[in-house]
Each structure stands twice: as C-alpha cells, then as structure tokens.
C-alpha cells in the first residue's frame, strides 16, 4: 500500500499493478486513488473490463492502441479470474508492455503458482489486501468519525467490530448510520452501538455457539429463533455452525502445535479478528467435542436432504444436544 502511495506522490507508476485479497474496501480504495491520480478527466486513454467482459484479445488489443494526445494509457481489469487458471498469452503479453501502458488487474482470489501472477510480480508490483487486525480497525473508526467532529469510546470500537466483524465495508456502512444517529452530540457510545449497528448473522452465529459452550440453551435457541425471523434458512445456518466448528477446530489443532495467531491468520486465510476470537471459544470444548459435534451436524444435513427430518427441527435438536452438555 506505501508503494502505491508513494508511486501517487512521485507521479511515477509501474507498467503493472495487481491488487488482490479479501478486504474490498481497501481494493476498491486503491484502485480509485490510482484511476483519479492516472486518469483524472481524461476519459479517452482510459479502459475499463471487469468479469465477463475481460477477454484476453480484446484486453490486449486496448493495451496496444497508442494514447491520444497523451503519454499515458490507463486499463483496469476487475475480477477477471486470470489469476486462477493458465493464461500463457497475457502472461507472456505483460513481459513486454508498451511504455505508455499502466495495466491494473484487480482480484478476489490468485495463484502465486500461475505464470500470469509470476510475470506480474517480475514486472509491476503486487500487494495483497487482507482483513485489517483490531487495533488498526479502531484507530480507522476514530480517524473516519473523527473527520466529522464525532468522537468514540473504544469499548464503542470493540462493539461495532463485534457486531459487523472485519469487514471495511460493513464497518463504513454502520459508521454512516452512527454519524447520522450522533451527530449533534458528537460523540458514540455502546450505547449508541446497541441500538444503531446492525448485527451480521456471522455474529449471530458466534453468539449462538458460545451459548452451546456455556450450556445456556435458552439463549442459544433464542438466537436461533432471531435467525429464522431474519429469513435464514434451517440449512445456511447449519452451515454456518459448521463452519463455526470447523474454524474452531483448526485453530485449536494449530494452536497446539504452538503457531502463532498470526502465522495461523495466514495459514486458513482468515483475519486475525476471527481467529482470536476462534482460539477464546475453542477453549471450551475439548477436540473430542468439536469432532463429535461436526459429525452430528452432519447427520442432520444428509437426514435432511433425504426427507427423513425437518431442517428447522433438525437444527433445533442440534442446538438442545450440545447446550445441555455437561
């Protein structure tokens, strides 16, 4: 991202960009601050493909029609999967770009293995946008709602990343609500938080098996019940549960073998919010639990696909088992 940054200010771009990973909003960031700094109002050397409509020829043809009246040539590729699969042609095509060409691609997911990722990473430069840890999120929450005049309570900070998770966009969405709901008083508190922000059912989900841990199977049938009023189905969110447990049980194996938090952040490709929070509720279960539990869940999931129980029920016999452990 410096790099980026520093490219802006020096006016002195590289002929290939690849930015890729989970975190959208800082990949649409900076995809932005590049096309405002590279293209301004010039519309007429500036090209745009994004899913679909990124055909290699077509991609390659624009990159190869010289600029008008300019010295510069900008093209951004968005989602175009490239990354994934074999593409001897552009991969082969990027060694030797013009020198008026700034080729910017855009990507969810890459293959550090794929010949096209490895021309780029020779060529340009490559930066991965990852979900940003807790004590970058808060001072980002501070810094937006600051620039309003609004000041916020960290225990306020911790409640919005708790309800919305890691995610830039979600968290920017519930801020917009928040500085709507306080700006006259100019300051957010978790009480605000309780009654603006909107909880994801990912958060939901985590609150549910937390409640399984602590044998509180009322609550934990009371989040279900939140969930079904939500119009979730039975199915995402057995889903989710198992994704839950799974995510436990990953963390809590490789915490064993005492990795780090960060290195197991990297590992299952996960922000470093939701693994701290994977390792604190891993510790009430125990591996026998956690593998029992998923082997449950997934005679629920194949008795409900054959007819032979009711999502909603099979779910709820799920939640009532594992809350009244002992």
Same mark, same amino acid.
């Given at each position: 991202?410096?790099?980026?940054? @520093?490219?802006?200010?020096?006016?002195?771009?590289?002929?290939?960009?690849?930015?890729?990973?989970?975190?959208?909003?800082?990949?649409? =960031?900076?995809?932005?601050?590049?096309?405002?700094?590279?293209?301004?109002?010039?519309?007429?050397?500036?090209?745009?493909?994004?899913?679909? *409509?990124?055909?290699?020829?077509?991609?390659?043809?624009?990159?190869?029609?010289?600029?008008? #009246?300019?010295?510069?040539?900008?093209?951004?590729?968005?989602?175009?999967? #490239? #990354?994934?699969?074999?593409?001897?042609?552009?991969?082969?095509?990027?060694?030797?770009?013009?020198?008026?060409? !700034?080729?910017?691609?855009?990507?969810?997911?890459?293959?550090?293995? /794929?010949?096209?990722?490895?021309?780029?990473?020779?060529?340009?430069?490559?930066?991965?946008?990852?979900? =940003?840890?807790?004590?970058?999120?808060?001072?980002?929450?501070?810094?937006?709602?600051?620039?309003?005049?609004?000041?916020?309570?960290?225990?306020?900070?911790?409640?919005?990343?708790?309800?919305?998770?890691?995610?830039?966009?979600?968290?920017?969405?519930?801020?917009?609500?928040?500085?709507?709901?306080?700006?006259?008083?100019?300051?957010?508190?978790?009480?605000?938080?309780?009654?603006?922000?909107?909880?994801?059912?990912?958060?939901? $989900?985590?609150?549910?098996? *937390?409640? $399984?841990?602590?044998?509180? =199977?009322?609550?934990?049938?009371?989040?279900?019940?939140?969930?079904?009023?939500?119009?979730?189905?039975?199915?995402?969110?057995? #889903?989710? $549960?198992?994704? @839950?447990?799974?995510?436990?049980?990953?963390?809590?194996?490789?915490?064993?073998?005492?990795?780090?938090?960060?290195?197991?952040?990297?590992?299952?490709?996960?922000?470093?919010?939701?693994?701290?929070?994977?390792? /604190? @509720?891993?510790?009430?279960?125990?591996?026998? =639990?956690?593998?029992?539990?998923?082997?449950?869940?997934?005679?629920?999931?194949?008795?409900?696909?054959?007819?032979?129980?009711?999502?909603?029920?099979?779910? *709820?016999?799920?939640? !009532?088992?594992?809350?009244?452990? !002992?």
């Amino acid at each position: 991202m410096k790099v980026i940054a @520093q490219d802006i200010k020096n006016n002195d771009f590289k002929k290939v960009y690849l930015i890729y990973g989970e975190e959208e909003y800082l990949k649409r =960031q900076y995809r932005d601050k590049l096309k405002t700094a590279l293209v301004g109002d010039d519309t007429m050397n500036y090209a745009y493909f994004k899913e679909a *409509e990124c055909d290699v020829k077509e991609i390659i043809d624009t990159c190869d029609t010289m600029p008008f #009246f300019s010295d510069r040539k900008t093209v951004i590729v968005e989602n175009s999967g #490239f #990354f994934k699969k074999s593409n001897d042609e552009l991969a082969n095509y990027i060694k030797n770009l013009p020198d008026y060409i !700034v080729l910017i691609f855009i990507e969810s997911e890459i293959d550090k293995r /794929n010949k096209l990722y490895k021309a780029v990473s020779n060529v340009g430069y490559v930066t991965e946008m990852t979900y =940003q840890s807790v004590a970058v999120l808060r001072t980002w929450i501070a810094t937006v709602l600051k620039a309003k005049d609004i000041r916020i309570t960290a225990n306020a900070c911790d409640d919005i990343i708790s309800k919305t998770g890691s995610s830039m966009n979600l968290i920017k969405m519930e801020l917009d609500k928040l500085e709507s709901y306080c700006l006259e008083k100019k300051e957010v508190t978790t009480k605000d938080v309780e009654e603006i922000v909107s909880t994801q059912t990912e958060s939901h $989900i985590f609150d549910m098996v *937390e409640a $399984i841990a602590n044998c509180d =199977q009322k609550k934990a049938l009371k989040l279900y019940y939140e969930l079904l009023a939500l119009k979730e189905s039975p199915m995402r969110i057995l #889903f989710l $549960i198992v994704r @839950q447990y799974n995510g436990m049980l990953q963390v809590k194996e490789m915490n064993s073998r005492h990795i780090s938090s960060k290195d197991i952040a990297a590992a299952i490709k996960l922000p470093p919010f939701v693994i701290n929070k994977y390792l /604190n @509720q891993s510790k009430k279960f125990s591996m026998e =639990q956690i593998k029992d539990a998923l082997e449950y869940f997934a005679d629920i999931e194949e008795g409900v696909k054959s007819g032979k129980l009711n999502d909603k029920m099979g779910i *709820e016999l799920a939640i !009532v088992k594992y809350s009244s452990l !002992v």
